[in-house]
């Protein structure tokens, strides 16, 4: 939070009390009515949500200009993911897509250059990997992340070649045209497969969670991913079937609440 913030007690406390706001019922507000529910003005609304926008700990929908309790809450404390409305959604499709793939399923968004987990499911023969519930891992070598960052502007995607393509492998991309060149073609197939970009020994492959009417970048995506040995070139066909079956069916559940 700003200085400012930290040195006004009563700042502080309105700007808790406002992330108290968002519940499992009432998971996002506009401005007007954020401001009514808690009785301040609408200038001091907008104030608050900027700094804590700022930090992470809220987010504001580009499309449907509503606000929501951001990636750092989960990160920090992961006490709101069950309350989410897209986790109770997903959860028993990813339950069902661990026990036909036999591998383990994921659950992430975007937050700006990174992919935050709302979810893992372990398969009975998990490998270790660097995800779990808040976690963040960066998105230009994940499958998740790639996924996601297929559908962002271009500004979005000139943003992460600027900050760097740190390579975390002898695999990962890190030349700009090869990076753009793969988030079209994930793009145009619909699905991304890493491997071995991000963690030796791993491969996984992502989908996204589109928004109803596929109206504006995804809302999330949902990765299986796994060893080597297991996820090669004569089991990703099938996985991949897997994998967007159970997020069109996460697409078609969300668009029908």
Not at 52 to 72: C, M, N, Q, T, V
């Amino acid at each position: 939070m700003t200085e400012q913030t930290r040195q006004n007690p009563s700042s502080l406390n309105t700007a808790l009390r406002l992330l108290k706001a968002f519940t499992a019922e009432e998971p996002e507000f506009s401005i007007d009515d954020l401001a009514q529910k808690m009785g301040i003005g609408r200038s001091t609304t907008h104030r608050l949500l900027g700094t804590l926008a700022s930090e992470g700990f809220i987010a504001r929908d580009p499309h449907s200009k509503k606000y929501r309790l951001g990636a750092s809450i989960l990160a920090s404390g992961n006490v709101i993911v069950s309350g989410l409305h897209i986790h109770r959604t997903a959860l028993p499709v990813l339950e069902d897509l661990m026990q036909k793939s036999g591998e383990s399923a994921h659950l992430g968004i975007l937050s700006g250059k990174e992919v935050v987990y709302l979810h893992r499911g372990d398969s009975p023969y998990p490998v270790p990997l660097r995800s779990h519930l808040g976690k963040r891992n960066p998105a230009h070598c994940t499958s998740t992340g790639q996924v996601l960052l297929a559908y962002q502007t271009p500004a979005v995607i000139d943003s992460i070649i600027e900050s760097g393509l740190t390579p975390f492998t002898e695999h990962t991309i890190t030349d700009p045209e090869q990076f753009r060149e793969k988030l079209h073609a994930i793009r145009k197939q619909g699905y991304s497969v890493s491997i071995e970009e991000f963690h030796a020994g791993v491969t996984s492959v992502a989908a996204p969670i589109l928004r109803p009417k596929g109206k504006g970048p995804p809302l999330a995506s949902v990765t299986l991913a796994g060893p080597v040995q297991r996820i090669h070139a004569h089991t990703l066909p099938k996985l991949i079937r897997y994998l967007l079956n159970a997020s069109h069916e996460i697409s078609r559940r969300l668009s029908e609440r």
